[in-house]
């Protein structure tokens, strides 16, 4: 054995030299990971051996760049040395795969003459999700070897195809047994020397470029199917340009080009490092200083759901979805029966779904009508109606039939959970889980600290959250949490702009271009308009209680701040631009007219102010976690980093305290800026570097 470096060794069996990367956690290709493969196939080439196999040692294949290198000096081999000496190879080069290929690891693979893998095996090139492409000819080599429209397909989703559907596209030469991928290689390596296998250069084979040559529609089309999805983000483009370069393309190395400069513009451009740094910030997130890695959990093996309804009902999804059984409590027997009913509809409406297993999902539900039904369950989770007064019941109430080191969790969305927790005789059992509506779906998960929770219930209720699929943020308490904190000052904001003059789909619009799934009044819109609201009660004070009264409820009234169609398409109303106007008039004012940049500023910049307020108190742990809040559960578009990177993106705490101070001079308090706000921006500091 011959040790290349410290992360690489070649060994040799009979005629096959073996390159053995052992990198952990993932073999990412580092600039020791590339200095050990350039020389590694130096040698190899060199020497006797008749075929060359590269395998990784550890849980995977190389799982793709090192992305901590990214913007730094480059140092080392490069990416393009090792591929130039793999492809170039006078001998067959067979990659060996398990575990993930992704992004530069599969580059690197297709590098190679021939592809082996196990069953496991992913493989994908996922650069769109950190804002880039393929930036060393994967955008090149991919469509030449799967065709052009799978192309297009895996590099804009960046999905991770599995080995069996890569074997079927021509990515992946030869399947081979699970726990059995070295004898494999070798064994295919050898029958391409036995064989007289031809060496294999994707970057010159062109057939499966033939087809889409002269027809510039595939790409329109393709534009067109994916507008929605891809409305705002600049990586998707760029991916899509590449493929149309290779099909245009007189030459791969002017397809090459042509990739390269599209993939530095992504690397200089904000999108990119809006989208790096998330990556890095929802792992952050599950990091507590006081609660380490090592902090004991305590055993879920059930879960109780105390509300059988729309909530309720997700929640328990998430449960059965990794096989812990579930047990739902309603107070009568017809809302447990619709509950249990709703969660077979949607498991049956499921994309792909197969009966067997809505069988055995719903096989792990079961329901009562007494709280007596929880007493086994490690987890209790409340989903009951937002009153004070009937959270402090039910948890009086479950602490005296909850067993002995059972957690016992409020969905609240605002409520105190300290107050929650002083009826019971466990405080330091007692937690927020604030699943975000519809629960099944939705990935964020808040997860509120009282000041008297155990810290292993903390650790339980992180590492449980990932289990369920979900981003967990730990929050401490205080009203709405982080979320609902913020989303507050925008609220407030987007109504006031309303009777200043904007309409709500100018609001509606300015929040949409800037990334939002929608505005906030389309979204009550699509909520219902009376939710919260009592007729009875209703005197017409607000322009919500107007259209209320007016049975104008959202889109299942087919009007609400908006006019619907048959199809609920939504256009500006009429109505609700007299009604408006109307109040504007009432209140002794003259509407005027509101510029796109107020309306986001103001609704924006309040919410970052908010943000600081939150780290100034350590209710949130770091500015990071107010982002990844933010993206996972507010819709806050991805490609902007979160409201506290934004910030910084558009000129930083002096930017923001500016327009604050200039708001607060014109419309009062409401814009009073923190007071960590004035001295981050006084000592020239950033709102990235904030720690709660």
């Not at 960590?676 to 990235?688: P, Q, R, S, Y």
Request: with cysteine.
């Amino acid at each position: 054995m011959t040790e290349i470096n410290s992360v690489t060794t070649l060994t040799r069996e009979g005629d096959v030299a073996i390159i053995t990367l052992n990198s952990p956690p993932v073999n990412a290709l580092s600039f020791n990971v590339r200095d050990g493969l350039y020389e590694g196939f130096k040698q190899a080439i060199a020497d006797d051996s008749k075929a060359i196999v590269l395998i990784c040692d550890g849980r995977t294949f190389i799982a793709g760049a090192d992305i901590t290198e990214f913007g730094g000096a480059s140092k080392g081999a490069s990416l393009f040395d090792v591929q130039n000496m793999m492809e170039s190879s006078p001998k067959p080069v067979v990659a060996a795969i398990h575990g993930t290929a992704l992004g530069g690891g599969l580059e690197v693979a297709l590098c190679a003459h021939y592809r082996v893998a196990v069953p496991s095996a992913r493989l994908g090139l996922p650069e769109v999700a950190l804002g880039l492409l393929p930036g060393a000819g994967g955008t090149q080599r991919l469509p030449r070897v799967v065709g052009v429209e799978n192309a297009l397909e895996m590099v804009t989703s960046g999905r991770h195809v599995p080995a069996p559907e890569a074997a079927k596209l021509g990515l992946v030469d030869e399947m081979v047994e699970e726990g059995k991928l070295k004898e494999g290689a070798i064994a295919f390596a050898n029958k391409c020397v036995a064989e007289n296998k031809p060496l294999t250069k994707i970057s010159e084979n062109n057939a499966k470029l033939e087809a889409a040559k002269g027809h510039p529609e595939i790409f329109a089309e393709f534009r067109k199917k994916n507008a929605r999805k891809f409305r705002g983000f600049d990586a998707p483009e760029a991916n899509i340009k590449c493929i149309e370069a290779v099909v245009n393309s007189a030459t791969f190395d002017e397809g090459l080009k042509a990739e390269r400069t599209l993939f530095m513009g992504l690397m200089a451009g904000s999108q990119s490092a809006a989208q790096r740094y998330y990556f890095f910030a929802e792992r952050q997130a599950q990091k507590i200083p006081d609660v380490p890695d090592d902090t004991p959990v305590r055993e879920i093996r059930k879960v109780g759901v105390l509300g059988a309804g729309t909530m309720g009902g997700g929640i328990s999804m998430n449960f059965v979805n990794i096989g812990i059984p579930v047990t739902i409590v309603e107070l009568k027997q017809e809302a447990l029966d619709r509950g249990l009913k709703t969660i077979r509809a949607n498991y049956e409406r499921s994309r792909g779904a197969k009966p067997e297993e809505t069988e055995k999902r719903m096989s792990l539900l079961s329901g009562g009508t007494d709280l007596s039904a929880l007493a086994d369950c490690d987890l209790i989770i409340e989903a009951v109606f937002e009153r004070m007064d009937i959270k402090k019941d039910v948890f009086a109430n479950l602490d005296k039939i909850a067993k002995p080191g059972a957690i016992l969790a409020s969905n609240t969305s605002y409520l105190n959970v300290d107050e929650i927790a002083s009826v019971t005789s466990r405080p330091q059992d007692v937690i927020g889980l604030h699943f975000f509506s519809p629960a099944n779906v939705m990935k964020l998960l808040e997860v509120i600290r009282g000041e008297k929770t155990a810290k292993d219930v903390i650790a339980t209720s992180m590492k449980l959250a990932k289990k369920i699929g979900k981003v967990a943020v730990l929050s401490g308490v205080c009203p709405g949490f982080i979320g609902n904190r913020m989303l507050s000052q925008r609220q407030r904001e987007a109504q006031k702009l309303v009777l200043e003059g904007a309409m709500p789909w100018d609001v509606d619009r300015v929040l949409y271009d800037f990334g939002f799934p929608m505005g906030p009044f389309a979204m009550s819109d699509l909520a219902g308009l009376d939710i919260g609201w009592v007729k009875e009660n209703s005197k017409g004070e607000t322009i919500r209680d107007v259209l209320c009264e007016m049975d104008r409820r959202g889109q299942k009234t087919g009007a609400g701040y908006y006019d619907y169609d048959e199809n609920r398409v939504a256009k500006p109303s009429p109505v609700t631009e007299k009604i408006i106007n109307d109040f504007i008039v009432k209140s002794g004012r003259n509407p005027r007219k509101i510029s796109d940049e107020e309306i986001l500023e103001r609704c924006v910049f309040p919410m970052i102010n908010e943000g600081v307020k939150i780290l100034e108190e350590g209710m949130a742990i770091r500015a990071s976690d107010v982002d990844t809040v933010w993206i996972n559960g507010y819709g806050w578009p991805v490609y902007r980093g979160g409201p506290m990177f934004y910030g910084d993106l558009v000129g930083g705490p002096k930017k923001v305290l500016e327009k604050m101070k200039e708001f607060q001079g014109k419309m009062g308090d409401d814009f009073k800026p923190a007071a960590l706000l004035e001295k981050l921006a006084a000592d020239g500091g950033k709102f990235g570097d904030l720690k709660g």
